[in-house]
């Protein structure tokens, strides 16, 4: 049986006006102690029918796959850190091509189990909507499908860390804030929910930068890469970075940081706020109700 929660924008406002603390008020220290202490305590007995248990349900972290050899081993790196954080916890790795274990394999291996996927996938798409939950519904496994890692603050956070290790530096002076700007880039997507959540990221990243953010797209989408740089240069912008909007090195990453007039950072890859927002969209997933089976009607 298998259950998906509906992706939410962590940093909308609030009901009544009140927003939600945003990633520019809070440290990235502060972001990952409190949403992992938010739900993980009250859930640690809990499984998924509300019974106790000894072992909580299985997190299968989901990865899209990659010819690169440096993407299988950063996400590697991120499931021993998963596993530092929450021992208890059996973490498993699917993908959803080019790498093995592919993700039917990894939920074969379950059995019958609980489970909870958590799509390495920082907006909504094909993949999250059709690809893993499809995946889900054919395996033996009880499961559930946890919303994708964006947007939300921690990725917010984590790319700006990333553009500091890269050189970025706080624009001084009036000057120097009109000449800068960041391009987002990111993988790219047919479908227009994708772009809603890329262009929120690219928002909250401009807040907490203080500079435009243009998101653009490797493929799929439009801008492009080069072609957000161009239209910036043109405003007068020529501090322009590049900001990697991946989650792990590949082609796609290699290829937006190679047009970079200027400095391009590191994707997001196994940065410890990575690893809590993982087990963020777990502990989402199991905390929210399963809908109701749908009632049979008796043949008349």
């Known amino acids: 049986m298998t259950a998906s929660n509906t992706p939410r924008d962590e940093s909308k406002p609030r009901p009544g006006g009140q927003p939600l603390r945003g990633a520019h008020l809070d440290s990235t220290a502060q972001l990952m102690n409190r949403i992992t202490s938010q739900l993980g305590s009250q859930l640690s007995l809990v499984s998924l029918n509300g019974t106790r248990r000894s072992a909580?349900?299985?997190?299968?972290?989901?990865?899209?796959?990659?010819?690169?050899?440096?993407?299988?081993?950063?996400?590697?790196?991120?499931?021993?850190?998963?596993?530092?954080?929450?021992?208890?916890?059996?973490?498993?790795?699917?993908?959803?091509?080019?790498?093995?274990?592919?993700?039917?394999?990894?939920?074969?291996?379950?059995?019958?189990?609980?489970?909870v996927l958590v799509p390495l996938l920082l907006s909504r798409g094909y993949h999250v909507?059709?690809?893993?939950?499809?995946?889900?519904?054919?395996?033996?496994?009880?499961?559930?499908?946890?919303?994708?890692l964006g947007p939300h603050p921690l990725l917010v956070e984590t790319l700006y860390e990333r553009l500091v290790e890269a050189g970025w530096r706080t624009p001084r002076g009036d000057a120097d804030r009109r000449a800068s700007g960041v391009v987002l880039a990111a993988a790219g997507s047919r479908d227009p929910d994708a772009a809603v959540d890329t262009r929120r990221t690219a928002q909250l990243l401009a807040e907490r930068l203080g500079v435009p953010v243009v998101p653009a797209y490797a493929s799929a989408a439009a801008p492009t890469v080069p072609h957000a740089l161009r239209a910036l240069a043109a405003r007068g912008r020529h501090r322009v970075a590049v900001a990697s909007y991946f989650t792990a090195p590949g082609r796609f990453a290699t290829e937006c940081a190679a047009a970079a007039p200027w400095i391009a950072a590191a994707p997001l890859g196994a940065h410890p706020a990575m690893a809590h927002l993982v087990l963020h969209r777990y502990d989402q997933a199991l905390a929210t109700p399963e809908p109701a089976p749908e009632r049979q009607l008796a043949s008349a």
């Open 129 to 148: 909507k059709q690809d893993i939950p499809e995946a889900a519904a054919a395996s033996s496994a009880h499961t559930r499908v946890a919303s994708p």
């Open 56 to 115: 909580p349900p299985a997190l299968v972290l989901v990865g899209h796959g990659s010819r690169d050899p440096r993407a299988l081993s950063t996400i590697r790196t991120l499931v021993d850190r998963i596993r530092e954080l929450r021992p208890e916890l059996p973490v498993h790795l699917g993908h959803i091509e080019l790498n093995e274990p592919l993700l039917p394999d990894t939920l074969a291996t379950l059995g019958t189990g609980d489970a």
